[in-house]
Every structure is written in structure tokens, then in C-alpha cells.
């Protein structure tokens, strides 16, 4: 569900406080608002659905309307190799991939910067893999992430590898230790 949050702009005093309401835009793309009813804004950017929303206002109940849409509650949800993994909060339109790695922090020194996933979809979810080492990508659409994507950062080759070595080497520790120790106690015993 996304909501919208609108509230009439008027000329202020200083200090002044506005209050805003929230409206919840229904599955079907329609938001029920005052004096309205039910009205599509499914597919529209914020402007747009400002803008919409003003001349209906305008043409049917207020003069000069001005109103501040803002879409309260798009996410976005980090995993892996990130500095700050978790759900980040979409505040303006058309955000890229690259200002939500900014806004945790980047990448962390473990990340494969050639294989960051994008997840994205419902139902059947659609997996993109997209190349940050390469600069030509800033300028594919695929970047600009959508409300529920869920954007996942693996680990390097070199990174895989490190692990590996010290999870072999947590377990050859012990029984290197215990044969050594038993060749020289069968080294004593000859003597």
C-alpha cells in the first residue's frame, strides 16, 4: 500500500503548523480524497499526481489550490555486502541505485560490485544483475529502483576464498596440533 501525504499550502504566518493527512492509495491505483471521491494516480510521478490533483480541486471546489503530495512510505531493502544492510526510504522520485548504496554507506570491502541483484516484482519477481565496475550502467534505466525492490550485493571472489581458508583452517588447527603433538610423544618414547 502506498500512501500519499497532501495538505493545502496556504500563505503561512511564521511558525504557523500544517496539518497534513494521509491517503492510502488502494491497489487499483485510486485514493479516495475529500470532496473528491476516488481518484487514479496510479502510473503518475509525485508532480504529476500533485499536479492532477490541483486541477480537480480547482475545477470542482477550490480556487488557486496548492497542494504538497508526498509518497510517505516507498522502500527499498539492502542485503549483503553493504555497510548499512536493511530498508531504506524512498524520499523523491527516479531514485537510482547509486544514491541508495550512497545513502548506506557503499559498499563494504567484501562486495562484488560486477554482480549487484535487483529483485524486483510481486509475484513473479525479475532478477536484474547490474555491473557497477562499469561506467556505461549509470546510464541504464534498470538503475532507477522502484518501491519493494530488494537489491542484494554478494561477496567477492577473493572474499569467498578468504573464508573458505579460515574455515579450513579452524578445523585443520586442532588436528595439526594433535598430531604433532603425537609424533613427539612417539619421538620421546623411541628415544
Known amino acids: 500500500m502506498i500512501l500519499l501525504q497532501a495538505w493545502p499550502k496556504p500563505i503561512q504566518p511564521s511558525g504557523a503548523q500544517i496539518n497534513a493527512d494521509n491517503y492510502a492509495v488502494e491497489d487499483d491505483g485510486t485514493v479516495?480524497?475529500?470532496?473528491l471521491g476516488r481518484v487514479k494516480v496510479a502510473g503518475l510521478t509525485r508532480v504529476a499526481a500533485r499536479n492532477y490533483i490541483e486541477s480537480l480541486y480547482a475545477k470542482n471546489i477550490l480556487t488557486n489550490p496548492l497542494l504538497d503530495v508526498r509518497i510517505i512510505n516507498l522502500k527499498v531493502t539492502l542485503l549483503g555486502e553493504v555497510k548499512t544492510p536493511g530498508q531504506i526510504v524512498l524520499t523523491h522520485d527516479n531514485t537510482s541505485l547509486i544514491e541508495v548504496l550512497?545513502?548506506?554507506?557503499?559498499?563494504?570491502?567484501?562486495?562484488?560490485?560486477?554482480?549487484?541483484q535487483i529483485i524486483r516484482g510481486g509475484q513473479t519477481p525479475k532478477t536484474d544483475i547490474i555491473d557497477l565496475s562499469d561506467a556505461r550502467v549509470l546510464a541504464d534505466p534498470r538503475l532507477i529502483?522502484?518501491?519493494?525492490?530488494?537489491?542484494?550485493?554478494?561477496?567477492?571472489s577473493r572474499a569467498i576464498r578468504s573464508e573458505k581458508l579460515q574455515d579450513f583452517s579452524s578445523i585443520a588447527s586442532p588436528v595439526?596440533?594433535?598430531?604433532n603433538t603425537a609424533l613427539i610423544i612417539l619421538?620421546?618414547?623411541?628415544?
Open 32 to 35: 479516495a480524497l475529500t470532496g
Open 102 to 116: 550512497g545513502q548506506v554507506g557503499g559498499l563494504s570491502d567484501k562486495a562484488d560490485n560486477k554482480t549487484v
Open 145 to 156: 529502483v522502484q518501491n519493494g525492490d530488494v537489491i542484494v550485493v554478494a561477496q567477492n
Open 176 to 179: 595439526l596440533l594433535v598430531i
Open 187 to 191: 619421538t620421546l618414547i623411541r628415544r
